[in-house]
């Protein structure tokens, strides 16, 4: 019988309760024992969610993130965590973010903040973890306690568990070394600390372990790939059997390493590459189980089940028991339960399937494949009606937007002049100081600004009610960057609920779900919007809410938008066209919003792409493709512009430097970018790349509650002008300020005007 297992589900609950309780206990409104018995809650709910399934994913559940679990159970923790009060999870918050939840003032000089681990994406997916740290001196010992106190959670609850592990190539390969050691130099020391952890979990009677090395599917040379053979060599001799687990993209020419690999079963995407799967059957030795990821983990329609069926019936005829199916990856990156949504438009919820309905359609196949298909007649026929649907439903395609989109020609992507000519224009009216301050957009979401939008959604608010509420707000918001004293000010987006949600919800082609959310790190929860269709702006989205806020202020206010790319990769995107199709949709609708704001008489517009890298495929050969399209984007939604309207765009928690020259030719006059958590590591691309337009290095990090100093921000900056001209450089935070309280932000940015005047005074 064909096996189904599951790789990961997703830890926050069905209504965050995860998220809930870790801000409760932050803040000290709860106690320890209160956040750790929600965990064992949400276990418990999630292990009866996948009843039915033969292998039940144990250890996935995590308080912040799977990478920083693994860097805590290999005893890999950085060294400015060490000596303080408290336990391994006050220690766990302080390296996630900066801070334990016991924090006492009187032990600030032994208890405090600490700089918080570096956040970066995982992989292509918009799930942050934190990066692991590694010097020449780096040791490892093993601490299983976590994942043994899950591990018999489960066994009680009578799970057939299958603990999950992050591989140690992929833990090395995802890791930064802080100094020039050699990464891969620390595997020797790290294989007889994975081999104890596997024996620790045969003694406690497990029979299969998940050990995920996604970077399989990435571009290894040859030490990495040799790593491989070493490390798996090593661990043979582990009394379980490893299920060696990749995905997020087609192995390609990592094929054959994977298939010979001495593990006793390999799992692939078989969504984004089942094309590796055929060669694969000639590859496998005839012991070996394959995995395949028939449901999609990354996206939430529904599954052809009968096309996958058609696929999967002669390779179940020829593998037997060796197969096994699965998501394609983790559930992790899609909401839990679609039932639960009684407000989503019902045409659109039938062509969809969360991590609830994902499992349905799991145990569908396997009944199929086991009984026949006589067994799920009824499933199959509905499937079938709900997809035919989705595509004959005139709701998906608009002939006027496609006819838009092929008049798309290389002229909406320039500007009028380029960028020196413009830089003086804009200079002449804005008469900004050296080393200009502005904020990233967003100010504190506080408990009025969601008490008003929630009354308003509810009907208990009407809509005067509601726009004085968040006028209220936002003159707040100008009052207080004025007192600070800041150049450039922006409105703080009290009326937003989210960078991408709320341009969604006032563009056609999207459906909004009320509990879709999906973890971004942390406590930190989004619930992308729905593109089903194609997109058309109807009416103009921010110039209402831009203008009220610059007639409050002498000061120059930013216009703020979310770009396309960043609205594409933050969202569930239709899966019948290209993403670049649905991308220059959303560009031009963007577009029109821009050329609104100008015509309003907003001088600085702010265009945020933080999610560009993010869309990056994950093989660096495939790269340009994106790229082209992704800048072409970006230059159609910007630069219809005049030379005298400053365009500014920003971009948060990625790796930069190996595409700083597309980054460039997007020719936003204004860049702001994260590197304060990477100590300004950005820059290094400036040695042999001369960045021609203006830019902002973020000089506060906004993930940890910490309050940075005067004198940090001031270092950062002076490390920032040895490389790109001071008249260039811009203070500014690494991202917006939505998730921090007042009493943060106003003492961090007076540190970062006061910064800035002295940098001023010395230039």
């Not at 390296?95 to 009187?106: E, I, K, N, T």
């Not at 320039?414 to 009216?429: D, F, L, N, T, W």
């Not at 809509?463 to 600070?484: N, W």
């Not at 991408?500 to 009320?514: K, R, T």
Request: with cysteine; charged share 25%.
């Amino acid at each position: 019988m064909t096996m189904i297992h599951n790789l990961g589900f997703p830890r926050i609950g069905a209504r965050r309760e995860l998220k809930f309780a870790l801000e409760s206990y932050w803040k000290g409104e709860s106690s320890r024992d209160e956040l750790q018995a929600v965990g064992a809650q949400l276990r418990q709910r999630h292990w009866a969610d996948q009843q039915g399934l033969d292998l039940v994913p144990v250890g996935d559940f995590s308080f912040y993130d799977q990478v920083l679990d693994m860097s805590f159970t290999l005893g890999n923790l950085p060294g400015r965590v060490q000596g303080f009060h408290g336990d391994a999870l006050d220690n766990y918050f302080r390296v996630a973010r900066g801070r334990s939840a016991l924090f006492d003032p009187q032990h600030l000089l032994c208890c405090g903040g600490v700089a918080a681990g570096e956040m970066t994406k995982w992989f292509d997916t918009n799930y942050h973890y934190i990066v692991p740290e590694f010097t020449v001196g780096t040791q490892f010992k093993l601490d299983a306690s976590r994942l043994l106190a899950q591990l018999a959670e489960a066994k009680a609850q009578g799970v057939r568990a299958k603990p999950v592990i992050v591989g140690p190539v992929t833990y090395l390969a995802i890791g930064k070394a802080k100094d020039d050691s050699d990464k891969l130099a620390l595997l020797e020391r790290l294989l007889p600390v994975y081999a104890e952890l596997l024996d620790t979990l045969a003694a406690q009677g497990v029979e299969w372990v998940q050990i995920d090395e996604p970077i399989l599917v990435t571009e290894l040379d040859a030490d990495w790939q040799h790593a491989f053979n070493v490390a798996y060599h090593q661990l043979k001799s582990a009394k379980v059997k490893l299920l060696l687990a990749t995905y997020f993209g087609p192995l390609l020419d990592n094929g054959y390493l994977a298939a010979n690999l001495p593990v006793a079963g390999l799992h692939v995407d078989a969504v984004s590459g089942r094309d590796d799967v055929l060669p694969l059957l000639n590859l496998l030795p005839a012991h070996k189980v394959l995995s395949l990821g028939v449901i999609s983990g990354r996206n939430i329609w529904k599954t052809d089940l009968t096309a996958v069926l058609d696929w999967l019936e002669p390779l179940a005829d020829r593998l037997g028991d060796r197969l096994w199916i699965a998501p394609s990856c983790s559930l992790l990156h899609v909401p839990v339960d679609l039932a639960q949504e009684r407000k989503l438009d019902a045409e659109v919820k039938s062509w969809l399937a969360f991590a609830l309905q994902k499992l349905d359609e799991l145990r569908v196949l396997g009944r199929a494949l086991s009984d026949g298909r006589d067994a799920i007649k009824a499933e199959l026929a509905a499937n079938a009606a709900a997809l035919s649907a989705r595509r004959a439903s005139p709701r998906v395609n608009n002939p006027a937007v496609q006819a838009a989109v092929a008049r798309i020609d290389a002229h909406l992507g320039r500007r009028e002049s380029p960028y020196a000519a413009r830089a003086a224009k804009q200079a002449a009216i804005l008469k900004l100081p050296k080393y200009p301050t502005t904020t990233i957009g967003s100010f504190p979401q506080t408990a009025e600004i969601r008490h008003a939008r929630s009354e308003f959604k509810a009907g208990r608010l009407d809509e005067a009610g509601y726009q004085a509420a968040m006028r209220a707000e936002i003159e707040r918001s100008v009052r207080e960057q004025e007192q600070l004293g800041l150049d450039v000010l922006v409105h703080g987006e009290a009326e937003r609920n989210d960078m991408v949600e709320y341009f969604g919800e006032q563009l056609d082609g999207y459906a909004f779900s009320q509990f879709g959310w999906v973890q971004s790190y942390g406590s930190r929860c989004v619930k992308p919007p729905i593109l089903f269709g194609d997109i058309r702006r109807p009416r103009a989205m921010t110039v209402e809410w831009i203008t009220y806020a610059q007639s409050l202020t002498s000061k120059p206010m930013k216009g703020m938008l979310t770009g396309p790319v960043t609205i594409l990769n933050w969202s569930f995107v239709r899966d019948d066209q290209p993403r670049s199709a649905s991308c220059k949709q959303l560009a031009l609708a963007i577009r029109d919003e821009v050329l609104d704001l100008e015509k309003a008489g907003v001088r600085v517009i702010q265009i945020d792409e933080a999610a560009l890298r993010e869309g990056l495929p994950l093989r660096r050969s495939q790269w340009q493709e994106y790229l082209d399209w992704a800048v072409e984007c970006f230059r159609i939604t910007a630069n219809g512009v005049r030379d005298e309207t400053q365009v500014h765009t920003h971009m948060c928690y990625s790796e930069f430097n190996d595409i700083i020259a597309s980054i460039a030719a997007m020719d936003a006059d204004v860049i702001t970018i994260e590197t304060s958590r990477s100590d300004m590591e950005l820059l290094d691309a400036f040695e042999n790349f001369q960045y021609p337009n203006e830019i902002g290095p973020g000089v506060y990090d906004i993930h940890s509650p910490n309050i940075p100093a005067r004198e940090h921000i001031v270092q950062l900056m002076k490390k920032a002008a040895e490389r790109v001209p001071a008249e260039r450089l811009w203070v500014n935070p690494d991202c917006g300020l939505k998730t921090r309280q007042w009493s943060e932000v106003i003492p961090a940015l007076a540190r970062m005007v006061a910064a800035a005047r002295e940098l001023r005074a010395a230039a």
